[in-house]
């Protein structure tokens, strides 16, 4: 079992406090002031959310991640290799910015490299489930020539 690790990003509210273990099960939790915590099970195709102990239903397209918080639907849209938009209820509300790192061979936490942008009009609420959904679900989407050539590197090796 490996060591628990953290880190913490700049919020707007204040400090976001970032756990996480990278082996042998992947789970981030996600904390600051004011905000719901957030435990997500970080993955591009098959992620799990819960906010404060209870589970959030997540859906998966093509492009994007969509996560319901009572009244509230977010949704996390790829917008090329390594850029996301966040949106609630429609409404823009951040822009995310992966690195290439994120697509590494091996890597457990697909955004925990990425920054966010939010816009005017936010709460902690959207902050905490945000920034889990960019850190567990990645901002970006490699493209099915880039999966395919990961897919045959990890299995290869």
């Known amino acids: 079992m490996s060591k628990l690790q953290q880190h913490v990003i700049d919020g707007p509210f204040g400090p976001i406090q970032v756990s996480h273990d ?11 002031a004011g905000m719901p915590t957030v435990t997500v099970v970080p993955d591009r195709d098959h992620g799990a959310m819960n906010i404060n102990g209870h589970n959030v239903p997540t859906t998966r397209k093509s492009r994007s ?22 949106r609630r209820n429609g409404l823009l509300i951040a822009h995310a910015r992966g690195t290439y790192r994120s697509y590494a061979p091996g890597r457990t936490i697909p955004g925990l490299d990425a920054k966010v942008t939010w816009s ?4 902690p609420t959207d902050v905490a489930v945000g920034q889990s959904m960019v850190i567990g679900f990645g901002a970006g989407a490699p493209g099915m020539i880039l999966r395919t050539i990961f897919f045959w590197y990890d299995n290869l090796s």
């Open 22 to 32: 990278r082996w042998p099960s992947v789970v981030a939790r996600v904390q600051g």
């Open 120 to 123: 005017q009009g936010i709460d």
């Open 65 to 86: 991640r969509t996560a319901v918080v009572g009244d509230r639907t977010y949704e996390l849209r790829s917008t090329n290799l390594r850029r996301a938009e966040l």
